[in-house]
């Protein structure tokens, strides 16, 4: 994982031109204090950064002790969301997140889907099983 602060830059436009690019990056001010995008995704100053490259915001939400453990745990699976532009890239990246034990909940398009899950918003560092999560998203 890489600090929101680095991802500028961080990769050459030509290295990840046309590839799935997840960002799992959490724009901080500070330690617990979420920055203010005015209104925007921090998954959308990403897709800036890296045109021609299938953004998707995911794998950002769970903190890193509970991600460490819950995908081998017994009983539900908890959700890890996805949010894109891009149908086949949510598709691709809802496939890893199922190979590592959890399961796949889409938050919808890059803007809205994205803002759900970075800090402040509603989906941020909430535990939800796969069907707790479903029924949040459906409402």
């Given at each position: 994982m890489v600090p929101f602060d680095s991802v500028q830059g961080l990769l050459p436009q030509e290295a990840v031109r046309d590839t799935v690019l997840v960002d799992a990056t959490?724009?901080?001010?500070?330690?617990?204090?979420?920055?203010?995008?005015?209104?925007?995704g921090s998954s959308e100053l990403v897709a800036e950064w890296y045109p021609d490259t299938r953004i998707?915001?995911?794998?950002?939400?769970?903190?890193?002790?509970?991600?460490?453990?819950?995908?081998t745990a017994q009983g539900p699976r908890l959700a890890h969301f996805t949010a894109g532009d891009d149908g086949k890239a949510k598709e691709i990246v809802a496939g890893i997140i199922t190979d590592l034990g959890f399961a796949p909940v889409d938050t919808g398009p890059l803007h809205s889907g994205g803002?759900?899950?970075?800090?402040?918003?509603?989906?941020?560092?909430?535990?939800?099983?796969e069907a707790q999560a479903l029924a949040?998203?459906?409402h």
């Open positions: 959490n724009a901080f001010n500070g330690p617990g204090e979420a920055r203010d995008l005015g209104g925007r998707v915001k995911s794998l950002n939400t769970m903190h890193f002790e509970t991600l460490a453990v819950a995908g803002i759900l899950q970075q800090p402040g918003g509603p989906l941020f560092n909430r535990p939800l099983t949040w998203t459906s």
